[in-house]
T-cell receptor
Framework: AQSVSQHNHHVILSEAASLELGCNYSYGGTVNLFWYVQYPGQHLQLLLKYFSGDPLVKGIKGFEAEFIKSKFSFNLRKPSVQWSDTAEYFCALRGGSQGNLIFGKGTKLSVKP | EAGVTQFPSHSVIEKGQTVTLRCDPISGHDNLYWYRRVMGKEIKFLLHFVKESKQDESGMPNNRFLAERTGGTYSTLKVQPAELEDSGVYFC????????????FGSGTRLTVV
C-alpha cells in the first residue's frame, strides 16, 4: 500500500539553526513527491515538487529537498530557519497514474526568535 | 489568478443535521479534489472530479457523504446526517489537466459536529 511517513511530529529550533525534516514513502513505481507548508490560519502552499530529473529540488523561501530513490526518501532542508518558518509541513506523494495525493501526518515546526 | 475558494470557513452543527460545503476551483482547472483532516491524523483523500465526472471516489467514508460538481465548475460536499466523527477540516484542491501540474489548495472548512 502507498504511504508517507514523516518522522517528526513537532520540531523546535532556534532562529538560524539548520532544518531537516524527514519523509519516507512506500510505493513500488514512479512517484511524484511534494512538500507543502501551512502557515497558521492559511491554506496549504506548495514549497517544492519532484517529478523527474535532478534529485535535488529547490523550492521557495530557501527550502530544498533531495530525492533518494534507494532510500525511498524525500527530506526537506533549509540551512538557516527564521521565525516566519513556523508552520506545519506536509510531505505528499502521487503515485503512477493517480490524480490524488497521499499525505504524511505533518510536522509542526516552531522557530524560537 | 484567483485561488481556490471554500466556504464556509467554519461550521458548527449538531449531530444528525445536514451541512453542505462548497469549493470554487481556479477557473479552467478540470481536476477538483476533496480531502479531509481529522484532528491529529493525516490529510486523507476523499474524491476526485474531472470536470463534472467523478474520477475516483474511493476515499469517501460512507454514503452519508455526497459530492457533486455541477457543470464542471464549483463543487459541493454534503454530509447528511452528520455524525461526531465527521468533525475535521475539509480541504479542496484543483489542478490543470495532465499529470505535470501541482495542486492549489483552498483554506479549508473546519466542520465541528456536536
Amino acid at each position: 500500500a502507498q504511504s508517507v511517513s514523516q518522522h517528526n511530529h513537532h520540531v523546535i529550533l532556534s532562529e538560524a539553526a539548520s532544518l531537516e525534516l524527514g519523509c519516507n514513502y512506500s510505493y513500488g513505481g514512479t512517484v511524484n513527491l511534494f512538500w507543502y507548508v501551512q502557515y497558521p490560519g492559511q491554506h496549504l502552499q506548495l514549497l517544492l515538487k519532484y517529478f523527474s530529473g535532478d534529485p535535488l529540488v529547490k523550492g521557495i523561501k530557501g527550502f530544498e529537498a533531495e530525492f533518494i530513490k534507494s532510500k525511498f526518501s524525500f527530506n526537506l532542508r533549509k540551512p538557516s530557519v527564521q521565525w516566519s518558518d513556523t508552520a506545519e509541513y506536509f510531505c505528499a506523494l502521487r503515485g503512477g497514474s493517480q490524480g490524488n495525493l497521499i499525505f504524511g501526518k505533518g510536522t509542526k515546526l516552531s522557530v524560537k526568535p | 489568478e484567483a485561488g481556490v475558494t471554500q466556504f464556509p470557513s467554519h461550521s458548527v452543527i449538531e449531530k444528525g443535521q445536514t451541512v453542505t460545503l462548497r469549493c470554487d476551483p481556479i477557473s479552467g482547472h478540470d481536476n477538483l479534489y476533496w480531502y479531509r483532516r481529522v484532528m491529529g491524523k493525516e490529510i486523507k483523500f476523499l474524491l476526485h472530479f474531472v470536470k463534472e465526472s467523478k474520477q475516483d471516489e474511493s476515499g469517501m467514508p460512507n454514503n452519508r457523504f455526497l459530492a457533486e460538481r455541477t457543470g464542471g465548475t464549483y463543487s459541493t460536499l454534503k454530509v447528511q446526517p452528520a455524525e461526531l466523527e465527521d468533525s475535521g477540516v475539509y480541504f479542496c484542491a484543483s489542478s490543470r489537466a495532465g499529470g505535470s501540474y501541482g495542486y492549489t489548495f483552498g483554506s479549508g472548512t473546519r466542520l465541528t459536529v456536536v
